[in-house]
Structure formats: structure tokens, C-alpha cells
């Protein structure tokens, strides 16, 4: 079967840096993707891997390692605003999102 | 531009009752998406749509029907709601496989009592 896996809950400090892991198995690989989910809204995208290594956009970074079938996101110079579910979903070989069940990051001052 | 809306926003259910949530896109969207989303569990896909005129099922699509009859609308149907369909619903659109990034719509929160 299919699966994504990340953990369930993370606590971290504002200023701080955190990082959100994902373990996948899948049949196939089209790229991974993060979104940010805040409490009653809509995910929305942040960002996209489909070869190994580190992108990086402002704040937030992610990095894959397909032989691994592992991705992290990481959260630099945390805000209270970052508190949020993120949402790892890996795309499959028939371009299927498969989706885990997210990890709230809970942000103290 | 308004991109991905829901409606309704909320709605609750007796068991058997039917309804219907309208999404509606202005973003030109060829792909656009009904998932569910439960405490605990990832977004699971009901149906999808890949352009005007054509539907298929996702993973969870038992209970539900959907239509494409113009590219910017993707309805989602239930005939005779059950407790277990009480979830948040979202809708979403892409422009394609490629980059698989969607755009969510706003979320309709469905209670079946």
C-alpha cells in the first residue's frame, strides 16, 4: 500500500527553527509537495521537490532524498503566524496526490 | 478574481437527505478535485476531473456523485446522506500534472446527524 507518513504534533519557540520530517512509500514518484494549513482554512502551496537536495524559499526550505523516500521542511526564525498543520503529499506514478495526515506545529513566545 | 469557491460553507444533514456542493473556478483550471478531510487522516481524494465533460473516481468515491458539465463548476452530490460522510470537504483546481500544485477552495463543513 500507499503511505505517508509525519509526526503528529511538534512544539517549537518563535525565533527558533524547526524541522517537519515525511517518510513516504509510494508506487511510483512524480515530486513531493508541502502545504500550510491554517486552523479552519484551506491548504495552500508552499512547496514543490521532484530531484534530491535542498530549495529554498525565504523563511522555509525542503529537501528530498528519493532513495530515502524521506523529505523534511524546514521552518527558519519562527513566527506566531507559522502556527499551522503542514501537509506532505507525494505525487504517485498515475500523478495522484497521496496525502499525510499533516503535522500540526504549535509555535510558543 | 475569486479563484476556488465552495458553497455552502456549512450545512447539516439528516440521515437520507440529499445536497449538492457547487465549486466554482475562475482560474481556468482543466483539472479540478473533491477531497475529504477527517481528524487524523489525510485528504482522500472522492472524484476528480481532468476537463469539461469528464469525471473519475479517487479513492473514498462510494456515496457520492459528481458532474463536469462546464469547465469552472464541479459539483459533488450525495443522494442519501450518511453519518459517515460528516467531514470537511474541499475542493480544489490545477492546471495539470506536471506541477501538481492545487488551489483550494475554502472548505464546506458537513454534518449528516
Known amino acids: 500500500g500507499q503511505n505517508i507518513d509525519q509526526p503528529t504534533e511538534m512544539t517549537a519557540t518563535e525565533g527558533a527553527i524547526v524541522q517537519i520530517n515525511c517518510t513516504y512509500q509510494?508506487?511510483?514518484?512524480?515530486?513531493l509537495f508541502w502545504y500550510q494549513q491554517h486552523a479552519g482554512e484551506a491548504p495552500t502551496f508552499l512547496s514543490y521537490n521532484v530531484l534530491d537536495g535542498l530549495e529554498e524559499k525565504g523563511r522555509f526550505s525542503s529537501f528530498l532524498s528519493r532513495s530515502k523516500g524521506y523529505s523534511y521542511l524546514l521552518l527558519k526564525e519562527l513566527q506566531m503566524k507559522d502556527s499551522a498543520s503542514y501537509l506532505c503529499?507525494?505525487?504517485?506514478?498515475?500523478?495522484?496526490?497521496?496525502w499525510g495526515a499533516g503535522t500540526k506545529l504549535i509555535i510558543k513566545p | 478574481n475569486a479563484g476556488v469557491t465552495q458553497t455552502p460553507k456549512f450545512r447539516v444533514l439528516k440521515t437520507g437527505q440529499s445536497m449538492t456542493l457547487l465549486c466554482a473556478q475562475d482560474m481556468n483550471h482543466e483539472y479540478m478535485y473533491w477531497y475529504r478531510q477527517d481528524p487524523g487522516m489525510g485528504l482522500r481524494l472522492i472524484h476528480y476531473s481532468v476537463g469539461e465533460g469528464t469525471t473519475a473516481k479517487g479513492e473514498v468515491p462510494d456515496g457520492y456523485n459528481v458532474s463536469r458539465l462546464k469547465k469552472q463548476n464541479f459539483l459533488l452530490g450525495l443522494e442519501s446522506a450518511a453519518p459517515s460522510q460528516t467531514s470537511v470537504y474541499f475542493c480544489?483546481?490545477?492546471?495539470?500534472?506536471?506541477?501538481?500544485?492545487?488551489?483550494f477552495g475554502e472548505g464546506s463543513r458537513l454534518t449528516v446527524l
Open positions: 480544489a483546481g490545477g492546471t495539470g500534472k506536471d506541477t501538481g500544485e492545487l488551489f
Open positions: 509510494t508506487s511510483g514518484f512524480n515530486g
Open positions: 503529499a507525494v505525487s504517485d506514478s498515475n500523478y495522484q496526490l497521496i
